[in-house]
Nanobody, 116 residues
Framework: QVQLVESGGGLVQPGGSLRLSCAAS????????MGWYRQAPGKQRESVAF???????NYAASVKGRFTISRDNAKNTVYLQMNSLQPEDTAVYYC??????????WGQGTQVTVSS
């Protein structure tokens, strides 16, 4: 069974920064992509960024230039460095991992609130 443990959410003022982490574990786990989604109140869950094996990364237009995704393959951990945060970034952020068999897994979610 695959388990994803997220950390790093919280309350930050506009213009501030936060770093999210997500560590994946499980017997025989072989990861293809690791990424982050977010869901704001009353809105659909949307992709924020993902990192595929081999170094390919992709960002939502709304976060490009402000957020950076990185991963430590040895630790099966993905990070999301979020800079210049704005109130519209307020959401629950979910880690998402896809293994080499194309099975997807979700983290429990971590709240990010940007407010003065």
């Amino acid at each position: 069974q695959v388990q994803l443990v997220e950390s790093g959410g919280g309350l930050v003022q506009p213009g501030g920064s936060l770093r999210l982490s997500c560590a994946a574990s499980g017997s025989g786990l072989s990861i293809y992509t690791m990424g982050w989604y977010r869901q704001a109140p009353g809105k659909q869950r949307e992709s924020v960024a993902f990192s595929a094996k081999g170094g390919i990364t992709n960002y939502a237009a709304s976060v490009k230039g402000r957020f950076t995704i990185s991963r430590d393959n040895a630790k099966n951990t993905v990070y999301l460095q979020m800079n210049s945060l704005q109130p519209e970034d307020t959401a629950v952020y979910y880690c998402h991992v896809v293994d080499v068999r194309a099975t997807g897994y979700w983290g429990q979610g971590t709240q990010v609130t940007v407010s003065s």
